[in-house]
């Protein structure tokens, strides 16, 4: 369903209370069983049109593409940053999503007056914000962000593809679908598979086990990029 105003009323709106930079921050592979969850910030301008953005979740990938280089092009500024899979555990979902949230805020290159957040309120963010319920559907900059975590997720999701083809990440993309579950109970997890989620404890009696299959399989390229994001 088509939302009833226009999806920049909220940015249309704090533009004219004074607000010039509006921000929207959104994420992407929350509720994933593999891979990481990526979220992004992004400022656009005001005159930045907006007749066909919407939540990624509603849009083809071709329809996604387009608009991730158009709001690549054209955003004030632009962000994105990773958790990945071992951060994940390590931490838990809801903590490490909200600690991505913030760091993408504070990874724009030019500081917002106002911040707009998919239905998550952002603590420990010092700037005037607005928590708004299916914001990346009613919503310009949040729609934008949203893009921009699922297109760059996608992508990470299609190069671990290459690197292990059997689970069908460039279909999926890590969630739980049943040939998703399927190719964990015959191979067993991956390497970037979040053995913290229900069903995943199953597959590692302890974080040695886990450590020594992560260290083994992941190679040196993917481990070296998990490792250096975990310690950030």
């Excluded at 608009?67 to 500024?77: L, T």
Aim: charged share 30%; hydrophobic share 40%.
């Amino acid at each position: 369903m088509r939302p009833s105003r226009p999806i920049d009323h909220y940015e249309r709106q704090l533009h004219a209370e004074g607000f010039r930079l509006v921000a929207g921050v959104d994420e992407a592979g929350r509720g994933a069983l593999a891979g990481p969850l990526v979220a992004s910030a992004v400022i656009l301008p005001e005159a930045f049109g907006t007749d066909g953005l919407a939540d990624s979740k509603l849009l083809t990938p071709d329809q996604r593409d387009h608009w991730f280089d158009r709001i690549r092009g054209s955003a004030v500024s632009v962000s994105v940053c990773r958790a990945f899979p071992r951060r994940i555990d390590h931490r838990g979902l809801h903590v490490s999503n909200l600690a991505l949230l913030r760091a993408a805020v504070r990874a724009l290159d030019v500081c917002p007056d106002f911040v707009l957040a998919d239905g998550f309120v952002l603590r420990g963010v010092r700037l005037p914000h607005l928590s708004i319920k299916k914001g990346d559907a009613v919503t310009a900059s949040v729609a934008a962000a949203s893009v921009v975590a699922k297109v760059t997720r996608d992508r990470i999701m299609d190069r671990y593809h290459r690197r292990y083809p059997q689970y069908g990440f460039d279909h999926h993309r890590g969630y739980g679908t049943a040939s998703h579950r399927d190719a964990i109970a015959r191979f067993g997890p991956s390497p970037i598979h979040r053995m913290s989620f229900k069903g995943m404890t199953l597959y590692a009696e302890d974080r040695e086990t886990y450590e020594r299959l992560y260290l083994r399989e992941a190679g040196e390229e993917t481990a070296a990029e998990d490792l250096a994001a975990d310690k950030r």
